[in-house]
């Protein structure tokens, strides 16, 4: 049976979660937006999800770069600086008492509008900025036994149409792609770019290993992950060859392994493509020391924070 990277075993605590929606902690059944809201009318926003370890979002510098570049490139104003951001995200953590096991997702819209219509000047309030804090892990068995991926139709599109590097809110192109995996009976779907070569996943960035080497694609059309970003770092610094390349699906089915990287999940490896087993369906040891090394670059960022927040 099919199953997603996100899925997770539900928490009975997050029935009683306090999100926070502009300033205001809200119950769960209570945190709502408005239907004029241009998140809702037109997927006009930009978001981050971000993974909570010993109290402290992992990456947290990263993820805000990322949120204001894209906030900036299309015109929205957040309202808060990264000061008063950051500090909402821990008063929303602090209120539900929150420190290990957590994911947190954080959304910024361009606010209320006067009408439903896309014109960004019919916007009447301020930007809309709501974070959901939930009790929520990968399943381990998943991380075990890993994912089955396939390649759909739909492309990772050129700039100039929509720019993969935002991280926006509009999200029916990996929606659609989702939806052929699933019905294909994959776990998640592999997009091919413009050219044909392996850009990324629908919910991830993609992998291969090849001879001691550590393959993704160009970056040209896929988002700027931060996750897929440590890996390559975790690689540099263990001397492990790391390369950022076109390559195609032949040279994908003849790889040794295959994973799949994700704030959510963290490497996760992947056991089949377009029905051809990887390796023999078992995780690697490539794989097995990168989700070590990746673990570790966690630790010394969360590290690093707790040491911020004491100075």
């Given at each position: 049976m099919a199953t997603s990277i996100h899925d997770f075993h539900d928490d009975p605590r997050n029935a009683d979660i306090r999100i926070w929606i502009n300033g205001a902690?809200?119950?769960?059944?209570?945190?709502?937006?408005?239907?004029?809201?241009?998140?809702?009318?037109?997927?006009?926003?930009?978001?981050?999800?971000?993974?909570?370890v010993d109290g402290?979002?992992?990456?947290?510098?990263?993820?805000?770069?990322?949120?204001?570049?894209?906030?900036?490139?299309i015109a929205l104003d957040i309202g808060l600086d990264r000061a008063r951001l950051t500090r909402a995200i821990y008063d929303t953590l602090a209120a539900n008492a929150m420190r290990d096991g957590v994911h947190l997702r954080l959304m910024v819209t361009r606010g209320v509008k006067r009408t439903p219509y896309q014109d960004p000047r019919v916007t009447i309030g301020p930007a809309t900025?709501?974070?959901?804090p939930e009790h929520k892990t990968a399943k381990p068995e998943t991380l075990e036994t890993g994912l089955k991926l396939f390649t759909v139709h739909v492309r990772r599109g050129y700039p100039d149409v929509q720019d993969p590097k935002l991280n926006s809110h509009s999200k029916l192109n990996c929606i659609t792609a989702c939806i052929q995996a699933t019905e294909a009976g994959a776990d998640e779907a592999l997009m091919l770019d413009p050219h044909g070569f392996v850009a990324t996943c629908n919910s991830t960035h993609f992998f291969i290993v090849r001879k001691g080497e550590v393959w993704t694609s160009s970056g040209d059309y896929c988002l700027g992950g931060i996750t897929r970003a440590n890996v390559l770092r975790a690689c540099h610094e263990a001397g492990i060859p790391a390369f950022e390349k076109n390559f195609s699906l032949t040279e994908?089915?003849?790889?040794?392994?295959?994973?799949?990287?994700?704030?959510?999940?963290?490497?996760?490896?992947?056991?089949?493509?377009?029905?051809?087993?990887?390796?023999?369906?078992?995780p690697g040891p490539m794989v097995a020391r990168l989700q070590d090394l990746y673990r570790d670059l966690v630790a010394r960022d969360i590290a690093f924070r707790a040491g911020e927040r004491l100075a």
């Open positions: 902690l809200k119950p769960r059944a209570e945190a709502v937006v408005s239907v004029f809201d241009s998140g809702f009318v037109l997927g006009d926003g930009v978001w981050e999800g971000l993974r909570v402290h979002p992992a990456f947290l510098d990263a993820h805000l770069d990322r949120l204001y570049e894209g906030a900036r490139a900025i709501v974070i959901i994908v089915y003849g790889a040794d392994e295959a994973f799949v990287t994700g704030t959510f999940a963290g490497v996760v490896p992947v056991r089949q493509i377009d029905g051809r087993v990887m390796g023999d369906g078992t």
